[in-house]
């Protein structure tokens, strides 16, 4: 009860904020205006070698606000919620709209789009923890890391945190609405060494809820296992085989497409997805399904950064690319409409025909399980692909041994059209929910 | 630099709401005892703005002002860090209760008299974004457009960005330390995209430093950078496929010294070197390059981007050896690390801001000079990959594997550079590819100011360079098998 009338009580105090500054916008003539206030509190505590390591208690907070002069505009944001800090904000905004130019795109949202009624999403589980349970539960996990295998001799240590936050928006369509989330995690990261050689890994969970998290002892013995698995790791020679992105990574795979499927790539052109509304990006047998309403889970949001209701779509049916990720300055731009998607997706999930890990494995035969990889190497003009890969050598469908120092190449359009399968390990750590992938060939260079 | 700067922060960060040295000297006396045996204040104001333009308009001006305190007590290599955006009594006292947890037990310590502490005075300390009006901000914007779309006509857009910072900090440390700095950052973006039957390709470049809007202007600097940015767009539009496999690199003067920072950089890091987490820890007195090969990391160079007066502790920045004639011979510390591993602190502590803790971070990372000419070192290789511009890179600290992507590149044929190549990216192994330097070129270059560093989700500014080098055997990440 306490945390209802908590978190009720924040949201009032952060509205009221909101509507202040909205009508002292109003009064500095803005014609139009939006504006965003969040409250947060936190406490992450990390233990390495048995021993804390850190406290640190987070505390912050935020206006952000957006005036329009008819087709101008201006945005100022601040730390200082305090009468004074909105008057100065507001008068920076102003001065700012004064000299950017007439845009005929640009004004909040059209009212019928916003989120009226909006859904509890059931976000906010605060952890009622001290800093010495959080401390005793890292404690736990990177014991368990640690004791998990002899060749585990270091460790860059453990960590849990745990994380509550209120958020107000509103603008002058009269609307306001808020909500608040928690967000806590357990993670470790271990060192293993072998031969004179070093490896890390980590492992970590995170939820809106405490109860829910993968125990902390698991997690430690999975952040072991990964480094472990990974000692010895080998080269291999320049070659061109079939790859499995595993599900932590796939995930930044299909956080490509979304990258390119975004309002400003799009009026830009500076997508390799320009112009494919309505064309197969993927393979026939793959959809792609936004649930911004699912209870409890990390990507939900009742409305978006501009306060437009949230709503389940397709984006992907058969392969078919079925809609854009638009805010509602790029849907202006694109002549469409806005898809719910000011500050990006929520919840987008990914199913293909439901493989089980193992038998992705079985059906690439030969070829690389890519589970780590580092660098930038995206143009997300042309779709090219370039990045430092980390994994295992697999063959008769089984993992053969590590293998470290090599790249892989290709380009994104092609690799989503050559997506062989998906897995049903389902990665749930995140706002895109998808298992492993199977390509059916990139390049990889070594020795 | 001046005591006028101390003046400054104590006027804007202490005395609007009451605070002097009397209440500093309260609140990090109740910060210490017991087992606490440093602890520290990290006052900061800071300030940006950026202007957006696209499609020919400015169409986006942003403001942003943030302000507060960061309290740390330090208990061996234990950490008890809070913070508070309102600088005021009560909230520094609460703030320095939750970080003393770590491990206050009884009485308050003695904190030593304040000592002032000279740093350096390498940049202005006043407003960057002051020299320009906003109506004369507008219209560099609008020029440097102009002069991009001036240039060819397959240009079919153009991004350009203006953006200044300036932050105000004071540090007051339990050993007496008092000293502020006022740090003004200024940087300009160009990004192109350019368009011939149906293919599209990019290209981008930008620059800036510790200096003011002024510095765009000067022999229209800023126009240069549009030209740099289309340059590159265009060359990328003849570009073929990268290869693949193990192959000799010359890498250009300048911005591909970011292969410093990442595959040697962090691994000289104090904290992973004190923790026996990084490929290099243990190595000091090794050769770790060839000879001839010597790194340094150097804090002290005027209005460069990596540059800062004092560090984040209130230490002096420094010009720090890292790898002499090929010996690995220092690490980048901070307070901490220094004392932990009972070495000098090198003016490394560096943090995002008061709301993050300071860790060992790189300044402005560069290998000094050889005596090969380019032209020379580029002749010398029969068969390779000739590497000038790059985007980021990235490093795995206790494998040692680092990567760093190419953005220009051209082949090497028989001598000569030919073909332009697809972006690709490179991967090595940190403590040996500097072993694998055969040349050092006569042409030592700095980047042109746009570098950030990311290390544990804290961001910081950072400077590169080298001069042009030849690695032998480097795997580039291309498509052709």
Sequence with gaps: MHDVESSRTERLSLETIVENVLDQARKAGADAAEAVVSRDLGLSSSV??????????????????????????????????????????????????????????????????????????????????????????????????????????????????????????????????????????????????????????????????????????????????????????????????????????ARGLIGHFVAAIRGPALYRKASFLLDHLGEAVFPVFMQLREAPHIPRALGSAPFDGEGVATQPRDIITDGVLQGYVLDSYSARRLGMETTGNAGGVHNLIVSGEDTDFNDLLARMDTGLLVTELIGHGINMVTGDYSRGAAGFWVEGGRIQYPVEEITIAGNLKQMFRNILAVGNDVDLRGNIRTGSILLERMTVAGE | MSENVLDLAREHLLRPTGLGESELERVLSGLLGGAIDYGD????????????????????????????????????????????????????????????????????????????????????????????????????????????????????????????????????????????????????????????????????????????????????????????????????LEAIPAPAGSMNVVLGPGWPGVLL??????????????????????????????????????????????????????????????????????????????????????????????????????????MLAGDQAPEEIIASVDKGLYAVNFGGGQVDITSGKFVFSASEAYLIENGKVTRPVKGATLIGNGPDVLTRVSAVGNDLKLDEGVGTCGKDGQSVPVGVGQPTLRIDGLTVGGTQA
């Design chain 2, 41 to 236: 204040l990290y006052f900061e104001l800071s300030r940006h703005e950026s202007w957006a333009l696209e499609d020919g308009i400015v169409r986006e001006g942003s403001w942003h002002v943030d302000q507060g305190v960061g309290v740390r007590a330090i208990s061996g290599d234990k950490t008890g860090f809070a913070y508070s955006d309102e600088i005021v009594l009560p909230a520094l006292l609460d703030a320095a209760h939750a970080a003393r947890a770590i491990a206050r037990h009884g009485e308050n310590g003695r904190i030593r008299a304040w000592q002032a502490c000279q740093g350096h005075n390498l940049y202005a300390p006043a407003d960057p974004s002051a020299d320009l009006s906003a109506d004369e901000k507008v219209s560099l914007l609008q020029r440097v457009d102009a002069e991009a779309r001036r240039l060819d006509t397959r240009v079919s857009q153009v991004m350009v960005s203006l953006a200044a910072s300036h932050d105000l900090v004071l540090v007051a440390g339990s050993d007496g330390t008092l000293v502020a700095d006022a740090r003004p950052l200024v940087r300009l973006n160009v990004n192109v995209i350019v368009e011939q039957d149906g293919r599209r390709e990019s290209g981008s470049f930008g620059g800036g430093g510790r200096t003011s809007y002024g510095f765009f202007l000067e022999d229209d600097r800023a126009l240069t950078y549009a030209r740099e940015a289309v340059r590159q767009a265009l060359v990328n």
């Design chain 1, 48 to 249: 390495r070698l048995g021993e804390v390591e850190t406290l640190e208690y987070h505390r912050d907070k935020g206006l952000g606000l957006t005036l329009y002069f008819g087709k101008r505009k201006g945005n100022a944001s601040t730390g200082d919620l305090s009468e004074g800090g909105i008057v100065q904000a507001i008068a920076a905004a102003a001065a700012i709209a004064k000299h950017t130019a007439e845009d005929p795109y640009a004004g909040l949202p059209d009212a019928e789009k916003l989120a009226k009624n909006y859904p509890d999403l059931d976000l906010d589980h605060p952890w009622d923890i001290k800093a010495e349970q959080a401390v005793e539960l890292a404690r736990r996990c990177e014991a368990a890391a640690r004791d998990y295998d002899p060749r585990i001799r270091n460790s860059e240590g453990a960590t849990v945190t745990t994380f509550r936050g209120t958020l107000a928006y509103g603008n002058t369509h009269d609307f306001v609405g808020s909500y608040t989330a928690t967000r806590h995690s357990v993670s470790c990261s271990v060192v293993g060494e072998q031969d004179g050689g070093m490896q890390r890994d980590y492992w970590y969970a995170t939820s809106r809820v405490a109860e829910d998290l993968q125990d902390v002892e698991s997690v430690g013995r999975q952040a072991a296992e990964r480094t472990v698995r990974r000692l010895g790791g080998r080269r291999l020679s320049t070659r061109e085989v079939p790859v499995i992105f595993e599900a932590g990574v």
């Design chain 2, 261 to 366: 920072h990442e595959a040697i950089g962090h691994g000289l890091e104090g904290d992973f070197n004190r923790k026996g987490t990084s490929a290099f820890s243990g190595k000091i007195g090794q050769q770790v390059a060839a000879r001839g090969v010597t790194v340094v990391d150097n804090g002290t160079l005027p209005q460069r981007r990596g540059s800062l007066n004092v560090d984040d502790e209130g230490i002096p920045t420094q010009c720090t050896t890292l790898i002499e004639d090929g010996v690995l011979v220092g690490y980048m510390q901070d307070r901490m690390n220094a004392r932990l591993m009972n070495m000098p602190a090198t003016g490394n502590g560096r943090r995002e801001s008061y709301a993050h803790l300071p860790m060992p971070r790189m300044t402005n990372t560069y």
